[in-house]
């Protein structure tokens, strides 16, 4: 069994993975032809087994070694900030996704109003950067 999924930190997990997407949980597990149970308990970061990691790879279209090597980076991550609980790391992953903005192609989830305001705001903080 290998652990994926449960640490948050500045790597990707199969959670940012999912809401990258859009998808929901029951979404996901139609796709990957897991069950939504198995997805919910791999995103609270119980082991998933070696076939639930090689669907979950095929749908996110990357390779399990890759799934795998993130999770060990999340959970190094984790290691060097063990003062931030569950929800604090949710809340920083989620303000990172918003932040960075989407990737190429994938679509914004932001309104565009919503968008410029953040462009303006990264904007006056690089005119302020000493």
């Known amino acids: 069994m290998i652990k994926v999924g449960a640490a948050k930190g500045k ?3 199969i959670q940012q993975r999912r809401l990258e997407k859009e998808w929901s949980q029951e979404q996901l597990a139609r ?4 069950s939504t149970r198995t997805i919910q308990r791999i995103e609270s970061g119980q ?5 639930s990691l090689k669907c979950l790879a ?6 399990t070694n890759t799934l795998t090597q993130e999770q060990n980076m999340n959970e190094q991550n ?11 790391r949710e809340a920083i992953n989620f303000a990172q996704l918003i932040f960075r903005g989407p990737k ?5 989830p932001l309104m565009k109003i919503e968008r ?5 705001i990264k904007t006056i903080w690089k005119t302020l950067k000493i």
């Open 31 to 34: 796709y990957s032809g897991l």
């Open 11 to 13: 790597y990707v997990n």
């Open 116 to 120: 410029d305001a953040i462009n303006k």
């Open 78 to 88: 984790l290691a060097e900030h063990p003062h931030i609980n569950k929800a604090e």
């Open 47 to 51: 082991k998933v087994g070696l076939e």
């Open 104 to 108: 190429k192609g994938e679509k914004d």
């Open 58 to 63: 095929a749908v996110f279209e990357i390779s």
